[in-house]
């Protein structure tokens, strides 16, 4: 599975606490886009796609969500619900996301920028695309 959950080193004192993200120090990629999801409804799903080439860390900045990740021959499921914990997808990952909790906001880096014939939205094609 070309998945891992990723540790962010948090800096903090009485006034708060601080992330940082750096493209090839603790994001393993050059970063070309930032995106972010919010206002997801509880019942509605995402995803439902992968990417042939693009890496992706995702983040829950607040609330959490539920991903179902496959790699064609297992599938499984991962919590995302802390601010510093990204999540690393690779390439040829199937990705689903579902079960949000009101307020959920996910930020995602990208190792490119969008590109629509990057992404394949049809699972059985996923199966015959990376066979």
Not at 5 to 28: T, Y
Not at 31 to 36: D, E, G, Q, T
Not at 120 to 125: A, F, G, K, L, S
């Amino acid at each position: 599975m070309n998945y891992k959950l990723i540790n962010m080193k948090v800096f903090g004192d009485e006034r708060g606490k601080l992330v940082s993200l750096e493209g090839n120090i603790n994001v393993p990629f050059d970063i070309k886009r930032v995106y972010y999801i919010f206002d997801t409804s509880p019942e509605q799903e995402r995803g439902k796609h992968a990417h042939k080439t693009l890496e992706q860390i995702i983040i829950a900045i607040d609330g959490a969500c539920q991903f179902v990740l496959d790699d064609g021959k297992t599938r499984e499921t991962v919590w995302l619900n802390r601010p510093d914990i990204g999540l690393y997808i690779g390439k040829n990952m199937w990705r689903e996301m579902r079960h949000f909790s009101y307020g959920c906001k996910l930020m995602i880096l990208a190792s490119t920028h969008y590109n629509e014939k990057e992404y394949i939205r049809n699972y059985n094609e996923f199966l015959r695309f990376i066979k």
